[in-house]
Structures are given as structure tokens and as C-alpha cells.
């Protein structure tokens, strides 16, 4: 009742973030991701999957998914097709530890190269092939996606998605380009969740080199590279409120009006810029629905999903 109001003890910024036992978190978390995809498997008969790796965080992730559960039910880990595809912004830097990652965990290692395919997609829909627009973000995302399709039924395996609730939360994806795939073992984990994962991961491998590979992916920042010197969060704002703002508003059931207040109380910004935050969530979050409707299968991590079959129902054009 009063902008005055102090908390007894201050909010927690990181809430999808264990603090307590969280080596036995991290076990509980990813043995569910580990054994949804050895049931989807089991269920389809298959010995292969596919996985775009970017050299990001998510598609890491989803490798160290896959090596366990094909360590599990006691395959060769060839049978993991991870596919790199530098576009045309991909740095240097995540390029080789997209490379290094895939040879490290032993896993079948291809790489494509898109520029060429995109430049002549761009051309036959008349774009000039230089303006870096929506189109030009989209084309490659989906080029990656009909790539690794495609793959798959040649190789007769699946597509594994990479992009975690935050993303699907704030429709960070490109509709029939990342958002889709054929199992998403990453769509109940928050970004700020997935560091942590990949944090852990790098602390207990036994293999020094793939933990200073997961070390320096951790470093690097976030982006899709569609174009450009292109950063995720400075586009969307950082991952550590967003998913403040996420746990407030699913978890808690929280208004935007009372996220806002808690978010002054909580992080050291400005109030227009905690302003800015909110109202940016809240025009994502219920402007992408659409996105989430046609999300693929994934397991279900936290209290709460944003799965269109399940935790999450919601039309596509409901006002905020």
C-alpha cells in the first residue's frame, strides 16, 4: 500500500536459479530432459537425432542432453548429427566452439555453410541480399531449419530443438525457423536456468577441454548472429529480468502493475527503464502466442509450462 514498502529480506533475482542442494537440482533437472528424449526414442524406434549447434548456450545444452541419453540406452554417439551452419554474421568465436564442442563429445560433426543458399533464396524473392531486415534475419533461420529436416529424413532420425522458455516466453524465435522442430528438450528451461545447467556441466565433466569449451560459451554473448554485431539482450534486455519478470508472472500470478513495483524494489535501474522491461514482456509475451500454438513436444521441467496441449491455454488474438 505504500511505494515506501521495504522487504524483511530482498527478493531473489535469479528465482529459476537453486540455492540450495544444486548439485542435486542440476542431477534431478537434467535426468528428466535425459530420460523424456530416451522415451521418445524408445517410441519411434530410432537410433539418430539431429542438432543444429551454433556455439550458443542452447544448442550445448541440448548436445549434453542428447550424449547422456545415447549413453544411456547404450548407442554410439555418431548417431548424434550435429550440424553447424555459419550464416552470414557468424563470429569466429562461436564457429570454433560450435567445432570444438562436436569434436570434443564425439558425436558426428557436419558443418554447412548457409550464405550461398540465402544469397540466392534472397535473390529469387527479389531482396537485395545486403539490407539486414526481418527477411534477411528469417531467411537464414528457416534455411537452418528446412536444412536439418531434411537431413533427418534422409537419415532417418529427428530434429532436436534448442530454444528454452525464455525464448518461447518472448517469442524470441522465428516462426517455422527455430520454433520448430521435431522434440524440444529445452522448452521447460528458462535461459538464466540453461547457464546454469551448462555452468554445472562444465564444472563436473571430467574432460578439461570440453569445460573450457562450455566456460568460454558461457562468456560469450548471446546472440543469434542473423546479422551484424547483433546481441540478443540488447534488443530484448537482459535475460536476469525477464525472467524475473516470467517467475512473477506464471509462477505468482502477479499483475504487470505489481511486477513493476517489485521490480523498483528488487534492481538497481531506473524506474523508466524497469518501465520498459514490463511493458516490452507483456507486448511479446501475449503478441507471440501464436508461436507457442504450433510449439513441438517437450518435457515439462518447472511448475509451469507454456506447452499450447497442456499448462498453457491462451488464443492467439486475445488482447493484453
Request: hydrophobic share 40%.
Amino acid at each position: 500500500e505504500s511505494a515506501d514498502f521495504r522487504f524483511a529480506r530482498p527478493l531473489d533475482t535469479l528465482p529459476f536459479v537453486p540455492k540450495q542442494n544444486p548439485d542435486k537440482i542440476f542431477d534431478k533437472i537434467t535426468r528428466i530432459q535425459e530420460l523424456a528424449l530416451v522415451k521418445r526414442l524408445n517410441h519411434l524406434g530410432m537410433d539418430r537425432v539431429l542438432i543444429g549447434i551454433s556455439g550458443g548456450l542452447d544448442s550445448a545444452l541440448t548436445l549434453l542432453v542428447a550424449c547422456r541419453a545415447f549413453d544411456r540406452l547404450g548407442l554410439d554417439r555418431k548417431g548424434i548429427i550435429a550440424v553447424t551452419m555459419p550464416g552470414m554474421a557468424t563470429s569466429v568465436r562461436t564457429r570454433e566452439n560450435a567445432r570444438k564442442l562436436m569434436e570434443f563429445l564425439k558425436v558426428t560433426a557436419m558443418e554447412i555453410n548457409l550464405k550461398d543458399h540465402v544469397t540466392e533464396h534472397l535473390k529469387m524473392i527479389g531482396h537485395d541480399g545486403s539490407t539486414e531486415d526481418l527477411t534477411y534475419e528469417n531467411a537464414q533461420a528457416r534455411e537452418r531449419t528446412m536444412i536439418l529436416m531434411n537431413l533427418a529424413n534422409k537419415m532417418n532420425g529427428i530434429v532436436l530443438g534448442t530454444g528454452d522458455l525464455s525464448e518461447i516466453a518472448l517469442g524470441w524465435s522465428t516462426y517455422n525457423g527455430d520454433q520448430m522442430s521435431m522434440y524440444n528438450v529445452n522448452a521447460g528451461i528458462p535461459k538464466t536456468l540453461v547457464r546454469f545447467l551448462v555452468r554445472q556441466f562444465a564444472t563436473y565433466l571430467a574432460d578439461p577441454q570440453i569445460s573450457d569449451c562450455l566456460n568460454d560459451i558461457l562468456s560469450t554473448p548471446i546472440s543469434p548472429e542473423l546479422r551484424t554485431e547483433q546481441e540478443t539482450e540488447q534488443t530484448i534486455g537482459k535475460y536476469e529480468i525477464n525472467d524475473f519478470i516470467l517467475h512473477r508472472f506464471l509462477i505468482c500470478g502477479d499483475t504487470e502493475e505489481r511486477i513493476l513495483f517489485l521490480l523498483k524494489k528488487t534492481f538497481a535501474l531506473e524506474e523508466t527503464v524497469l518501465a520498459g522491461y514490463a511493458q516490452n514482456f507483456f507486448k511479446r509475451f501475449f503478441s507471440q502466442q501464436f508461436k507457442r500454438q504450433a510449439n513441438p513436444d517437450g518435457p515439462k521441467i518447472l511448475d509451469f509450462s507454456l506447452s499450447p496441449r497442456g499448462d498453457f491455454r491462451m488464443p492467439s488474438d486475445v488482447k493484453r
